[in-house]
Structures are given as structure tokens and as C-alpha cells.
């Protein structure tokens, strides 16, 4: 069973940063895609970030600049770090694993983020 724990989420001001962790835990094919996902209060589940297991990285266009995605593969860990951060970034951040070869799609429980002006 594939569990995903997130951790770093709180409470930051405008301007300031956040570094979101998701580590992964089970059996999980080794390629795959890691991401972050955001949903904020009465709006739909959005991208924010996704990083493939070779690395190729894509943003949504309200992050990029601002935030980076990275990935630790030994350890099954995602990484977002939030710079710049906006009041409107605020919103439960979900992380992500895409499996490829299997079409699988594991969640983790999600991290509230909030961004005070």
C-alpha cells in the first residue's frame, strides 16, 4: 500500500517562503511523475507543479518564477519550495505520484498553506 505524508505547510506573510515535503512510503514503480496540486477554499483542485523521474519539471503559470520543484528518488521524496509567496497561494497543497507504466495515482492528505498580506 503506497502512502504519501506531507509535511511543511503553515502559516508564512506575503513575500515570505514555505518548503513543502511528500514522502512516499510502499511499493511504487520507479517511473513516475511527483507533483503538488492546490485547492483553495470554494475553487477547483489545481496543478501548481510536476517533476517526472528523469527531471523535466512543468509549472502552473501563477508559480512559475516563484516556486521549484524538485525530487529526492532514492528517497521517494517531493519538494516544493515556495518563494515570493501571495496571499493568493493560500490553499490545502496535495502532493501527487503518477505512476506511468501502471496508470496508478496515489494522494497524500494534504498541508494547509496561508499566506497573510
Known amino acids: 500500500q503506497v502512502q504519501l505524508v506531507e509535511s511543511g505547510g503553515g502559516l508564512a506573510q506575503a513575500g515570505g517562503s514555505l518548503r513543502l515535503s511528500c514522502a512516499a512510503s510502499g511499493s511504487i514503480f520507479s517511473i513516475n511523475a511527483m507533483g503538488w496540486y492546490r485547492q483553495a477554499p470554494g475553487k477547483q483542485r489545481e496543478l501548481v507543479a510536476t517533476i517526472a523521474s528523469g527531471g523535466t519539471t512543468t509549472y502552473a503559470d501563477s508559480v512559475k518564477g516563484r516556486f521549484t520543484i524538485s525530487r529526492d528518488n532514492a528517497k521517494n521524496t517531493v519538494y516544493l519550495q515556495m518563494n515570493s509567496l501571495k496571499p493568493e497561494d493560500t490553499a490545502v497543497y496535495y502532493c501527487?505520484?503518477?505512476?506511468?507504466?501502471?496508470?496508478?495515482?496515489?494522494w497524500g492528505q494534504g498541508t494547509q498553506v496561508t499566506v497573510s498580506s
Open positions: 501527487n505520484i503518477f505512476e506511468t507504466i501502471t496508470g496508478r495515482m496515489y
